[in-house]
């Protein structure tokens, strides 16, 4: 008798302990982390050549990330009041051609056709459904 329950006690504990391991766990999933790095640009004949950049500090676990680049606004006098986003029509997108990759990117635009400043962010497309953004920064462009 005692070597029966035993048994049974040992069957239930399996089945237990298997039963009980085998739950459907959600996986955390994290956005993209991307920051606006310093623009630079030099004044050459028939225009400027700007370089931009941005920085991944994390690309997201579970995430796809489409598309990422600078938006910016070009302005003369004030800054700009509108957002930067990809609702607002003004906001100009250069995306970048690079795969993205944890640290810093660089994107490089030749005879950059605008005058007086900039006013601009990073963007990243994450899985085509939604934009993370990082922190708006102005620039002045050289003469």
Do not use: W
Request: negative net charge; charged residues 15%; aromatic residues 12%.
């Amino acid at each position: 008798m005692t070597r029966n329950l035993l048994h049974i006690c040992l069957f239930l504990m399996a089945f237990s302990i298997i039963t009980l391991s085998c739950v459907d766990h959600d996986i955390p999933s994290e956005d993209p982390v991307i920051e606006t790095g310093n623009a630079s640009g030099v004044s050459v004949p028939g225009g400027i050549d700007m370089n931009f950049r941005v920085s991944f500090k994390n690309l997201g676990s579970g995430k796809v990330i489409t598309q990422y680049g600078i938006a910016y606004i070009p302005y003369t006098t004030d800054l700009p009041k509108d957002d930067i986003t990809f609702d607002n029509p003004e906001a100009i997108f250069e995306a970048f051609t690079a795969p993205a990759i944890l640290g810093e990117l660089t994107h490089s635009q030749a005879n950059f056709p605008h005058k007086g400043a900039i006013y601009y962010r990073a963007y990243a497309s994450v899985n085509d459904q939604y934009i993370v953004y990082g922190e708006k920064k102005s620039y002045i462009l050289p003469q």
